[in-house]
């Protein structure tokens, strides 16, 4: 579980979702809409009582006997009253429940209400964070904070600087003796004086330093041969310096300008995104169209019944779906996407998603 902007995260990890709807039975599925600030908890509440209450209905419809549903559902029923933890949310709450099985995990994404009750967990909402999708590395650097982000499209986590220097201060403690210029408009918009030395502009001088060291530290931190994506969040004269003395290779070319040293995660997130979207695009075009030859040449489908029975055998290598799932339309195939994407991840294989795709889904196929 963690915690910032995002509200409470809890671990992204569904690997034993994926184990449990291997074994047969009936799955449920509960998916509510929750508030970051936790001030819509009732609301929330209430959704998940409704479909509890619809649930139970269902069940008994099935030939579920009445003692068997409650004891299914009393977790969930049990969490409905944990007014503590209905305060402390994220942006959406999926809850999975078989026989003698519960897990409930706080999203950091915006979903729509659901309940799905069948053979298969409803997983499908879920795809742009299951998805292998690419990541960024954030840094954001100001003198007072130095901060190192991992973010995927949906979350981001600040990483241990371990030997990069957390703040101007770290870097230069033998300061050279200064010389004010108290000339008539030396002190700025800020009232602050320029200071100038033997060596010229001493404060420029200075700044160098920390942010070579920064950036030294972030390439051996990082390493010189790695290609994911590195954001600068900074001045705006800090990037080509920045860009001159750290040797990690994929540094992108413009930065989150201004100082970042009160930003919120998030919104770092969301605007590092919005600056390599174009860049993405074209690699999310590039590689669709080489899945798309693939399919085309046999070597992989477009359609949903054949991804679906494909993946069942395990023979997706890569299964492509639209970043948006509500793109699948229509009930048959949102259950033969959400087959698609259980037996493509039960079985090793990797998940994508796209913001254009001009079919539901796509596959490669291993043979």
Not at 286 to 307: V, Y
Request: charged share 25%; net charge negative.
């Amino acid at each position: 579980m963690a915690r910032n902007s995002q509200g409470i995260v809890d671990p992204l990890d569904f690997t034993s979702v994926l184990e449990q709807n291997k074994t047969p039975g009936t799955k449920i599925t509960f998916i509510v809409p929750t508030d970051v600030t936790g001030q819509n908890d009732e609301v929330s509440v209430l959704t998940l009582k409704n479909q509890v209450k619809e649930a139970k209905r269902r069940l008994a419809e099935q030939g579920m006997r009445e003692a068997e549903i409650a004891t299914s559902l009393k977790p969930v029923t049990d969490l409905l009253e944990d007014s503590s933890y209905w305060r402390l949310q994220s942006r959406s709450l999926i809850v999975f429940v078989a026989a003698g099985f519960f897990q409930a995990v706080r999203l950091p994404i915006e979903l729509a209400e659901s309940l799905s009750i069948d053979e298969d967990f409803n997983i499908l909402p879920l795809a742009p964070v299951l998805a292998s999708d690419r990541k960024l590395y954030i840094l954001a650097l100001a003198k007072n904070s130095v901060r190192l982000f991992d973010s995927t499209r949906n979350v981001i986590e600040e990483l241990p600087l371990e030997d990069i220097p957390g703040s101007f201060d770290e870097v230069v403690e033998q300061r050279p003796e200064r010389v004010i210029d108290v000339r008539a408009g030396s002190a700025g918009t800020q009232g602050t004086p320029s200071y100038h030395g033997p060596d010229g502009d001493v404060d420029r001088q200075m700044t160098e330093e920390f942010i070579y060291a920064v950036g030294q530290a972030v390439g051996g931190r990082l390493g010189k041969a790695r290609s994911q994506i590195l954001v600068l969040a900074a001045v705006e004269e800090y990037l080509p310096i920045f860009k001159e003395f750290c040797p990690y290779p994929a540094i992108f070319d413009r930065a989150i300008a201004g100082n970042p040293e009160h930003a919120i995660a998030e919104d770092l997130r969301s605007n590092a995104w919005q600056l390599v979207n174009s860049y993405e695009e074209e690699k999310e075009a590039s590689e669709l169209d080489k899945a798309g030859s693939l399919a085309h040449g046999g070597k992989g489908s477009f359609d949903l019944t054949e991804i679906a029975e494909a993946a069942s055998q395990g023979r997706v290598d890569t299964l492509f779906l639209p970043r948006d799932t509500a793109e699948i339309v229509g009930e048959d195939a949102r259950t033969l996407a959400n087959s698609g994407l259980l037996g493509t991840l039960g079985t090793g294989g990797r998940v994508r998603t796209l913001g254009k795709i001009d079919s539901e889904a796509l596959a490669t196929f291993r043979y």
